[in-house]
């Protein structure tokens, strides 16, 4: 077969799951966000009911997407907000497929689960300059959230969870505005910088292959589905596709494209207890500095990290409920 043949029938099996999948998007219409969305878990539980709700937030002339999700008729009484990465917006935290959802298992934690965002990201509004959302500025979108959750919620203190670029973001808030901050989840840290790469375009340019580069793949190159189930690859890349369209800032992408020896993230700087939570497989990370993390957190901190989880643990089949288990046990302490 032809290397036109194979990428036309790779395309039209993309679509075709594509299709399929939007159907199961959370969120993926105006009227959703105000209506509760029913999921069965696969592990048995009674059918939950959760609510979506947007909250209007704004900074700096810019309209910015912040949601809240809880379990229907619930009046929590805890809160938590969740930053998302460099490239792909908040929906990451919410691909429902069976019980993977990390919003949803807090939810059922008793949580009210916030997302978040950043300027020119997803379902916020867009900027015309992608470097000015870098990580200085995307710490103050997070500031701006937080005074909107305390405000909405009553509740003077929240949680804080940032993954990848979303450590770097969140960290950086942290450091300036601790006082509103309860704990820390730092996942899948960027303590230092990736390597030097000059990043000339201040959007980039989003693609299928670079959505689904974080899974873990056989020699081979293809997918590794006794990781990641196929769905859930489908399921991710669609939802990135749909929130996130073909461009995305790259401010972030600019900071963190650094020498390898330049640390991104100021850990004595912290005042609240974190938790550092990873796979031991991650390629981004700097264990040296993530193993003697510890060594700068403040009192009541954790480190943890999954043998053979990656860089999207939170939905690699082996490795999900560990890394829920783990989140959750550091949360109720």
Known sequence: MNIISKRTLALLFTLTLLFSAVTHLSGCSDSS??????????TGQNETEYLL????????????HLDRMTLKDASPQKNILLTHGVTY???????????YSLVRRLAREGYAVWRLDIAG?????IVSDGFMPDSDYAAEDIHAAVQKI????????????????????ASRFVT???????????????LSGLGEYEVNDDFHHNTWEHAADDFQRNEDGSFDHAITEPEMIEM??????????????????????????????DLAGISVPTLVICGSNDPYLNFDLVNASLDSLP??????????????IMYEKPYYQEFQKRLTAFLKR
Request: aromatic share 8%; net charge negative.
């Open 33 to 42: 966000l105000h209506q509760p969305t029913a999921l069965t878990s696969e």
């Open 150 to 169: 305390v405000e909405e919620s009553g509740q003077n203190k929240i949680d804080l969870l940032g993954w990848s670029w979303g450590t770097v973001t």
């Open 236 to 265: 991710y890349c669609s939802s990135c596709w749909h929130y996130d369209g073909e461009y995305s800032p790259n401010g972030g992408r600019k900071d963190i494209c650094v020498a390898k020896s330049d640390k991104l993230i």
């Open 299 to 312: 009192q009541g901190s954790a480190l943890e990290v999954i043998e053979g989880g990656a860089h999207v």
């Open 89 to 99: 917006s908040s929906h990451e935290f919410d691909v429902d497929y069976k019980d």
């Open 176 to 190: 300036k505005h601790p006082e509103h901050i309860n704990r820390l989840v730092m996942y899948a840290p960027i």
């Open 121 to 125: 990201f997803g379902q916020s509004g």
């Open 53 to 64: 709700t947007n909250v209007p937030l704004s900074r700096n002339g810019i309209e910015l």
